[in-house]
């Protein structure tokens, strides 16, 4: 999915607010390995990452805390960095989210990667809009 609806809440944000979107290239599912292996080495390479750029990661599962806008909003009173990890197709390995200071789940259904960037970097503009009283457009 192309990087379009990212850009374009990324760009509407306050400087105070920057985006980055950093992306690992997920393990190849063509070697034969078994899928807890596959996300073991795809944690092993995204956790430093993730703590390289926030000291408060939050992954993303069907299974975390139910996001709201008003709850979105409510941590977002003062800026400060935080890094959102988004599984590969199969998901994040359990080390991730037992890291992570909150897991969220930002719908029920199974959604792309490319679709979840756009819906993070929305309901952060929508927080950040929120909190300045800011009409949206």
């Known amino acids: 999915m192309d990087r379009a609806g990212w850009d374009d809440y990324r760009r509407r944000l306050p400087r105070e607010y920057a985006l980055e979107l ?6 190849a599912r063509d070697r034969g390995r078994p899928v807890p292996r596959l996300l073991a080495a795809e ?5 430093p ?3 390289a750029l926030s000291s408060r990661s939050t992954s993303t599962g ?3 805390r139910r996001a709201t806008s008003p709850t979105t909003s409510a941590h977002g009173a ?3 960095d935080v890094a959102f990890v988004i599984g590969s197709a199969d998901g994040l390995d359990p080390s991730l989210k037992d890291s992570a200071a909150a ?3 930002l719908s029920a259904l199974t959604l792309p990667h ?3 960037r756009v819906l993070l970097a929305e309901q952060l503009y929508r927080a950040v809009t929120v909190l300045a009283a800011i009409p949206t457009t």
Do not use: D, M, N, Q
């Open 22 to 27: 950093v992306e690992l290239k997920p393990e």
């Open 114 to 116: 490319g679709l979840v």
């Open 62 to 64: 069907s299974r975390g």
């Open 103 to 105: 897991v969220v789940a």
């Open 43 to 47: 944690a092993e390479r995204s956790a």
């Open 78 to 80: 003062t800026p400060r």
């Open 49 to 51: 990452r993730a703590r």
